[in-house]
């Protein structure tokens, strides 16, 4: 877990504005993935990238989120115009190209709360 | 992606054997398993995988029979901070699907002194 660093772990804004979270993935992996936590509820898939390529965005909300994972730098996942509803823990995870019987860690999460 | 039923909760004591079982009766014959462990306000930790018969490792062990339709984790002598949730995830990793994890509200295991 310590290897995949997220940024803010906690970060409160109000209705409408943008909320930016960052990850940054283990040292030799390269490939990133964005789950989401509601309360007592369990991980949802949101989406996987590669460097400056989406793979899968099937989990991802059709309007107002969007995620990046530039050649340099960390994967950046966005929420615009923030509503209640997207109060939640977004949890990153990275792993290395894929081979068999791969798995991936995740980061310690961000925790966003929606005022 | 296979789908998984394991137990909403469990209790224990310090010191007890605790054995999860893990229903996934649709795996695929490029599916593995993996086990991960969730405590409060962090993200899951990566416990075990395994694809047939027995894994162990300094945490845990997994037990899948050979028909793969279930599989078993076993928590030797847990303590009080083994109290978390656990997860049982049925995934492809052939490139396909990968990271693309479905995870259900998984077992909540409570460690009593």
């Known amino acids: 877990n310590a290897g995949v660093m997220q940024n803010p772990r906690h970060l409160v804004r109000r209705r409408g504005q943008e909320a930016r979270l960052r990850c940054s993935p283990m040292?030799?992996?390269?490939?990133v993935y964005w789950y989401r936590q509601l309360p007592e509820e369990g991980l949802k898939f949101m989406v996987y990238l590669q460097k400056e390529n989406i793979i899968d965005e099937s989990g991802m909300p059709k309007e107002r989120f969007s995620a990046e994972f530039p050649k340099e730098g960390p994967s950046i996942l966005r929420i615009q115009q923030v509503v209640r509803g997207d109060s939640a823990a977004y949890f990153c995870?990275?792993?290395?190209?894929?081979?068999?019987?791969?798995?991936?860690?995740f980061g310690e999460g961000s925790w966003l709360t929606v005022v | 992606l296979a789908k998984t039923t394991q137990p909403i909760s469990m209790d224990s004591y310090e010191g007890q054997e605790v054995n999860i079982t893990c229903s996934h009766n649709?795996?695929?014959?490029?599916?593995?398993i993996t086990w991960y462990q969730q405590f409060p306000s962090q993200g899951p930790r990566f416990i075990i995988q395994?694809?047939?018969t027995k894994v162990t490792n300094e945490v845990a062990s997994l037990f899948i029979p050979a028909d793969r339709k279930s599989s078993t984790l076993s928590l030797p002598r847990v303590s009080l901070s083994d109290t978390a949730v656990y997860y049982c995830l049925v995934a492809r990793w052939d490139g396909g699907s990968q990271g693309n994890l479905i995870f259900g509200k998984g077992t909540k295991l409570s460690v009593k002194p």
């Open positions: 395994g694809y047939k």
């Open positions: 040292k030799g992996h390269s490939h």
């Open positions: 649709n795996i695929a014959t490029n599916d593995y």
């Open positions: 995870a990275s792993s290395p190209p894929r081979i068999s019987g791969n798995t991936i860690y």
